[in-house]
């Protein structure tokens, strides 16, 4: 399903890094946060559609384990989980099939290990890369990352920029960072990583953004999941507009993908909403919108299981991931 | 397919129903027929009217129609609660408005529920804005109740008030009178509009669950006739009225000659400027919230969207993106952006009006939206290609529609903005902090957000300019509508004080008019005579060209009188008091040929200066302050000049009248046309020389003398005026307020009494000298 959809749109080829663009950027927070803090009372979905919702937003998880005791024993245990995240009676319940995670997303050394867990699926592997989280190892180093995860059978790579580059205006620099790092894929698709939370303003925020659609990302994304303040609203909101911005200026479709913090249904179903809001149901969909999360899933199956039931449920009636 | 499986595949919203069934027990608990709430008990109507649901067009309930006599009860039973209010002490009236607010939090959800069903606004703004907003004004207000006293020593309660609210925020409009009202010891009689009176009687039995003495709220229904009598009743001390333009000016009418306090919240038709270097996108939103909250229908809407021109296209191209996502429907769905028209006729309205935009050039666009069956619903609009000249670019259409037009310079943005009769309102967008609170400061509004829309808090001032009305509701300058100074006063002179003497000067003077910064003769070329202990003097007979000809000028030098320096006005009224000084024998000499002893002229020539040193210092420390709403921002007041004033003098103390009259106005900033008293101008006259002298700008301070039956219908008339003051005579302040309604000048009239002039309380000079425009700036690196 995934593969299909993703061919739905031409891959965003960049453009050349118009500088005066960037620069014209400017962001208002206080009225970006106002927006973000009335979306969710006016918007809300209920019964079977918050179900479908729900669904649809477990198709779009990038599930996640990017530990330092990450082993074979769980990354195999999340890949069990990527492929049946769901219970199969409450999914008879409900009368829907095929339901998966967007993707599993690993740190390089695992890349392997999900290939082969996940053979047989459409599910697609994610590598984070380019020196996770802090992306200040030698250039070569990084671009060396991407090249071995993506020899390793990698369909997405999760690059991170140098916000350096950002804090300091030198769009350039970050510009040819990430076209080289788009250019190490090859065919599998990148994902920026914008680490919003240490980029300072909102403006910033949307200047990057710009900069990393230019230079040929795939996905823009908000966080590693590593910085004090991961993925918000009102980030969410300005990325958003500026994806917007970026297709009606070339006609590319670029993804987003908010990552960390991420652990309620209804934080799941408030960023579905922004999506759809913002963008159009084009951005409902896996190939254009994932959300990052580790524990997200589990409270997901709670309020499905509460659907299907009735009854308010508990963690340890569903599987770990 | 499943139903999940379907969703899955479409992803659309689904229904979201806010459940209504407990408003509706409410309802039907009532028999759904309400009466009065009149000095604590629940009084039968006589006859009723029913109350539609505008979502469905069902009839929901029905209202009582309460006649002159339920009004006179009410009127009876407030006039006796008004005291016990006041004997009861502050600490006790502020439980009892901590505790309506603390009971409004507790059915918040029946509040929000019931006023969705009764006006057709979606649950999402009467749950989130409305009723949050309602609660917070009674919690304000409960804090001003306790230092009332403190605060305002010089001020007492006005007595009973009379308040007439509108449709389009029903309970929050209460909210806005009635929180005021109590906290400053005045009690209330509060008519809610004829569409919308349910959250009002639901209000009531709050008040009932509360305990407040009987009396102090009385809530009665009914349609125009009921608040026609509300207005017409003599024992009420206050009106407030918000709603239409064309009403106020019938309350103006109605109420002059009376010695009730006024204040009115009119129409508008709101200027929002956007800069070429605005963040779009949230300019967008902006909008949404300027002009697609509740249906458009607010007095303050954001309704004509002024543009940068480089940047229209962009704009309108997102607006009209935007537009495709908005909800229209049922207004008790949760997901629900616009909800429904309060009523057919006011559907009918919106409707006729774009049709004739449209006819008259504009390019409409409305997103396709489907709408509920029987309700009264229309789509959002956009029209574009509109012009000043066109009649929905001037017209207040409330509702849903938005035109927009563009500008080149941010001068011309602010002439496009103040090119409307109305001045409530006005939102700016620019990420330029120099532009911002420049045109902030040139907007002729009471509001102004800049980066943001329909913003409203308890702790800031909402009020007009111009012919969206007077008074403000909120904060600190709010309270002043249901307050008094403490005023001593005195039965206006009104006969000449001098007997006839035979004349005695050797050389013969000329008292011409001081127009524009120089004496002019009359225009009639007729001269009055002023009987002086000279014998007779011939003055200049002014007529109607001659206030033409001073409002002309006072019209221009208000532009940069206005907005000179503090300091500057400052300076030259310093100037000007040694300059008077300097001609104190002249002064002297004519206040003696008023009547005056040599000692009692030189007591008014002190105390008049003692007056110019007052107001040159006050010139530039009568100064601004800050709101402390709750949310990240800074909110000023600007406490602006008015424009161009008509000032009638007192008659009595004809220097120091003059001077203490004048001079507050002059010192912030306005521009007068004066007349001095009729009996004795000519000691105000002999300040020509010392005015000019003084570098006062031509046309800032004129002088015309004459007759009131020439003078005073035309000043009252003039749309050039901005305010009328009038220490005249009774008859003469009633005509000045009833002709007042033309432009609805700002009025201050002591109705035949007058002021001891010796001590006169000077801040509220100030303060009736300036109107407040709060701007709202938030913040956010």
Known sequence: ?321 | MSKVADILDSMEYGPAPEAANLAHEWLDAHGRRFGFYVDGKWVDAGSHFASFSPSTGQEIAQIGQATSSVIDHAVKAATKAQRQWMEIGASRRTQFLYGIARQIQKHSRLFAVLESLDNGKPIRETRDIDIPLVARHFYYHAGWAKVMEAEFPDYEPVGVCGQIIPWNFPLLMLAWKIAPALAMGNTVILKPAEFTSLTALLFAEICQQVGLPKGVVNIVTGDGETGAAIVDHPDIHKIAFTGSTEVGKIIRRGTAGTEKKLSLELGGKSPFIVFEDADLDSVVEGIVDAIWFNQGQVCCAGSRLLVQEGVAEKLYGKIRLRMETLRVGDPLDKAVDIGAIVDKVQLDRIDELVRQGVLEGATIHQPNCSFPSGGWFYPPTLLTNVEPASTVAQVEIFGPVLVAMTFRTPAEAVALANNTVYGLASSIWTQNLDVAHDIAAKVKAGTVWINCTNQFDASAGFGGYRESGYGREGGREGLFEYLRPKLETTKASTAPTVKPHERTNSLDKTHKLYIGGKQARPDSGYSLTINTTNGPVEVGRGNRKDIRNAVEAADVAFLSWSSATAFYRAQVLYFFAENFEGAKAAIIESLTTTGSSDRAANLEFELSLDRILHYAAMADKYESETHQAPMRALIYTRKEPIGPVALVCPSESPLLGFLSTCLPLIAMGNSVIAIPSYANPLPAMELYRVIEASDVPGGVWNIITGTPEELEKTLADHDGIQAIWHFGSRENGEIAQRHSAGNLKQTWCLMGKSLNWQTIPSREFLRRATQIKNVWVPFGA
């Open chain 1, 1 to 321: 399903m995934l593969e299909s959809a993703v061919k739905a749109h031409p891959r965003n080829p960049g453009t050349p890094l118009n500088l005066d663009q960037i620069e014209s950027l400017a962001v208002n927070r206080s009225a970006v946060e106002r927006r973000a803090a009335t979306l969710a009372g006016r918007r809300t979905v209920k019964k079977e559609w918050q179900a479908a919702w729900l669904l649809q937003a477990i198709r779009c998880i990038d599930l996640t384990t990017l530990s330092g005791d990450d082993t074979a024993g769980n990354v195999h245990r999340l890949c069990a989980k990527a492929k049946q995240p769901v219970r199969q009676d409450l999914l008879d319940a409900m009368g829907v099939e095929g339901i998966t995670t967007g993707a599993v997303c690993v740190y390089h050394q695992y890349v392997e290990e999900c290939k082969k867990n996940l053979a047989g699926t459409s599910i697609p592997v994610a590598a984070v890369s380019t020196g996770f989280p802090a992306g200040l190892s030698p250039l070569r180093e990084r671009i060396h990352e991407i090249q071995a995860s993506v020899a390793s059978g990698a369909d997405e790579i999760d690059i991170v920029i140098t916000r350096a580059h950002v804090l300091t205006g030198d769009w350039q620099a970050l510009y040819d960072e990430m076209q080289m790092f788009r250019e190490a894929c090859g065919d599998a698709h990148v994902k920026a990583i914008l680490a919003t939370g240490e980029l300072g303003t909102l403006t910033n925020v949307a200047r990057a953004s710009m900069v990393c659609m230019m230079a040929g990302a795939d996905f823009i994304k908000t966080s590693t999941g590593k910085e004090p303040v991961n993925a918000t609203i009102p980030v969410a909101l300005v990325m958003d507009r500026m994806i917007r911005e970026y297709h009606a200026a070339t006609g590319y479709k670029v993804g987003f993908k908010p990552a960390g913090g991420i652990r309620t249904a209804k934080q799941s179903l408030d960023f579905l909403i922004l999506m759809k809001e913002e963008l159009g149901n084009d951005w409902l969909q896996p190939n254009l919108f994932r959300m990052g999360a580790s524990s997200l899933l589990s409270d997901i199956e709670r309020q499905l299981e509460h659907f299907v039931t009735g009854r308010y449920s508990a963690y340890n009636r569903h599987a770990m991931g």
